[in-house]
């Protein structure tokens, strides 16, 4: 077979059913064999949308989505959506055309460095490479996806010469294997010695659990030990938020910025044990601040060495697996006749819970009567309307974004998809399109401002398309408010280059051929709201919305 036909079918058998692109002149023949093939392919209007759609596709099905864009700026476009991947931990084949290996002496696009693609893209991969020799693929391709799938899951990068993909190859036996050396029952019993020495541990989750799907064995370990649990900020949807040892998220940065109630959990604590946390994330850098003399024990995920790690006179321990799964099932077995000295704590945990819950209610309602409406009582409105906990949320950047977080609750893991450490914003809509596209039967929502849903306008066209059941809710405020307030707040500087010229968001949602509905009186949107949510295929929420509102004290 030829190599575009050998690519294809990799894919097919390593069960990828979707590919997102943008065809272009040097990957032309690998879109003739996805023409011929059983694969799925989305046409996006951006590349960027490509890599957000491969990335949340990789987050929920825990196996690479797939990105293919042509070269130069092509593959350029893609550069945000794969770094937000990449800090996401999310496994995907981001596949990008390149000139034809004879060209190399040539300027390429202007740019005099026939692999250049290969290093900007390695500084936002696992591993990035350039193949210009049709016999290395099948090994390339192997070995690519084995870097996605294991340690710390991610995105990797291949650039394909256009010549090769005509080049008729055969199917090599010599394929890339990666050691995974890992003692899992001496490493658990050790850990299991630790935490049995603890008294009043807490857990803290990270998104590590979810790209291994252990949410099941975090539930069983916490309830096992008799251990209250916080979850890291991107990682509020490790646990369902119901789960009665579940504490919820929080910013803990040096007990600052907390409920009484929640200062004394973290004060009578005398160990935090986190469990898929990232050492970059700033959480991980939150309890290194908080822990002062408590035992710690970080259980990360991430790429090797792996092993165990013990620092300061014993008071920490740092374990790095390539099966956090494994090791927590092994765990579970290994800790017997343990449970913590933690008392009453379903009990402490529901009043806890319970007071947020009114206080952010309260301070809602307050603004029940505002006009423009204020973004609180819209995400406390739809909060109350959303009962189903199929629903998957896709948060963007910016004001809308902290709203949504500090509301939204979910009771299923892996339902609030954000656009993660990175930040990109227009993360929202493609987002939402590849979620629907991937997990058809849940009601996805996707929440934005009026910033991200500009940046990624012309997908309303691909939602279109892909006939998605989607409803997209606009925060249309005029302004990139988020920045307006760092802006006035933090620096006293006086508001500059934030007003933006906004469209009627319903509107435009029409002329693509989508619904589209307006919102700008605070009496009609609960019933307005709850209506749109129900209509079929891709539907716009244009909601009027205030920028003038103060930060709220607390995110639980």
């Not at 890992?182 to 603890?198: S, T």
């Not at 974004?401 to 656009?419: C, D, I, M």
Request: aromatic share 8%.
């Amino acid at each position: 077979m030829r190599a575009a036909e050998y690519i294809v079918k990799f894919l097919e058998e390593n069960d990828v059913k979707i590919i997102y692109g943008l065809p272009g002149y040097n990957i032309l023949e690998i879109y003739e064999a996805i023409r011929k093939s059983s694969l799925e392919h989305v046409l996006v209007k951006h590349e960027h949308s490509a890599a957000v759609m491969a990335d949340v596709t990789g987050r929920l099905t825990l196996k690479p989505g797939v990105c293919l864009v042509t070269a130069g700026p092509g593959a350029l476009n893609t550069t945000t959506g794969v770094a937000a991947a990449y800090t996401a931990a999310s496994p995907m084949l981001h596949l990008t055309g390149h000139c034809s290996s004879r060209e190399r002496v040539q300027p390429y696009h202007g740019v005099e460095d026939w692999l250049f693609l290969e290093k900007i893209f390695a500084n936002i991969t696992k591993w990035s490479k350039t193949v210009d020799n049709a016999v290395e693929l099948p090994y390339y391709m192997e070995k690519a996806y084995q870097i996605a799938t294991s340690g710390r899951k991610g995105p990797v990068h291949i650039s394909l010469a256009m010549d090769i993909l005509e080049i008729e190859i055969q199917k090599t036996l010599n394929k890339y294997k990666s050691e995974l050396l890992f003692d899992v029952e001496n490493i658990a019993n050790n850990i299991a010695k630790r935490i049995m020495e603890l008294e009043k541990p807490i857990i803290i989750v990270g998104k590590g659990v979810l790209r291994e799907n252990s949410t099941m064995e975090i539930e069983e370990l916490i309830e096992k030990t008799y251990t209250p649990t916080i979850a890291s900020r991107r990682s509020r949807d490790v646990i369902p938020f119901n789960n009665k040892l579940n504490i919820g998220y929080t910013i803990i940065v040096g007990f600052g910025n907390v409920l009484e109630d929640l200062r004394k959990f973290l004060e009578e604590a005398d160990g935090l044990i986190t469990v898929g946390l990232e050492r970059g994330e700033r959480g991980s850098r939150d309890i290194m601040e908080l822990s002062k003399n408590r035992r710690i024990i970080h259980i990360y995920q991430e790429d090797p060495p792996y092993g165990e790690i013990i620092e300061n006179n014993g008071r920490i321990t740092e374990i790095n697996t390539p099966n956090l799964k494994l090791l927590l099932r092994e765990l579970i077995k290994e800790i017997t006749g343990y449970r913590s000295k933690w008392t009453n704590l379903e009990n402490r945990i529901a009043e806890l819970k319970e007071k947020v819950e009114s206080d952010l209610k309260e301070h809602a309602y307050k603004f029940s009567e505002q006009k423009p409406i204020h973004p609180a009582y819209l995400v406390q409105t739809l909060k109350e309307i959303v009962k189903n906990e199929d629903t998957i949320f896709t948060i963007d950047v910016g004001g809308s974004s902290s709203w949504a977080e500090l509301y939204l609750r979910q009771n299923k893991p892996n339902t609030l998809l954000t656009s993660d450490r990175f930040g990109n914003m227009g993360f929202t809509l493609p987002a939402a399109i590849a979620a629907n596209k991937v997990v058809p039967e849940a009601n996805v929502i996707g929440v934005t401002g009026d910033g991200g849903m500009l940046m990624t306008l012309g997908e309303i066209a691909t939602a279109v398309e892909q006939k998605s059941n989607i409803k997209i809710i606009v925060m249309n405020d005029r302004q990139y408010t988020m920045i307006k307030n760092i802006q006035r707040g933090r620096h006293g500087y006086p508001p500059f280059q934030v007003d933006l010229q906004t469209p009627n968001f319903a509107e435009v949602a029409k002329s693509f051929g989508a619904n589209g509905i307006r919102i700008d009186d605070p009496k009609d949107l609960s019933a307005i709201l709850e209506e749109a949510l129900k209509i079929k295929g891709p539907t716009i929420i244009d909601v009027y919305t205030t920028s003038e509102y103060e930060s709220y004290r607390y995110r639980l």
